[in-house]
């Protein structure tokens, strides 16, 4: 069964960093294709970034040259890394997968979710 869980979320001030993790269990993630997602209160899910099976990511145009995913195969966790924080990155981020069992390339139709974390960020 897939299980996705979040950490890293915190509260920081304007311009600084934080790295988001989400460590995958129930399948093999060296070729799953991830995600990271983020809702803000009143507001629609956004996609941040991504990650194919063949390790292409592309990025949301709010955080591209700010926001650099990633993923350690040996260690099945997912990582966003967010520099220059602004407040309108303020969200629950969630990571994602889609199905461990098939490769894919440019679109992830992603069907596993976590639950979050909560990141803060104050001007």
């Known amino acids: 069964q897939v299980h996705l869980v979040e950490s890293g979320g915190d509260s920081v001030q304007a311009g600084g960093s934080l790295r988001l993790s989400c460590a995958a269990s129930g399948g093999t993630y060296s070729r799953a294709c991830m995600g990271w997602f983020r809702q803000a209160p009143g507001k629609e899910r956004e996609k941040v970034a991504q990650i194919d099976s063949g390790g292409s990511s592309n990025y949301a145009d709010s955080v591209k040259g700010r926001f650099t995913i990633s993923k350690d195969n040996a260690k099945n966790t997912l990582y966003l890394q967010m520099d220059n924080l602004k407040p309108e990155d303020t969200a629950v981020y969630s990571c994602?997968?889609?199905?461990?069992?098939?490769?894919?390339?440019?679109?992830?139709?992603?069907?596993?979710w976590g639950q979050g974390t909560q990141v803060t960020v104050s001007s």
């Open positions: 994602a997968t889609a199905s461990t069992l098939f490769f894919y390339r440019g679109s992830c139709p992603f069907a596993y």
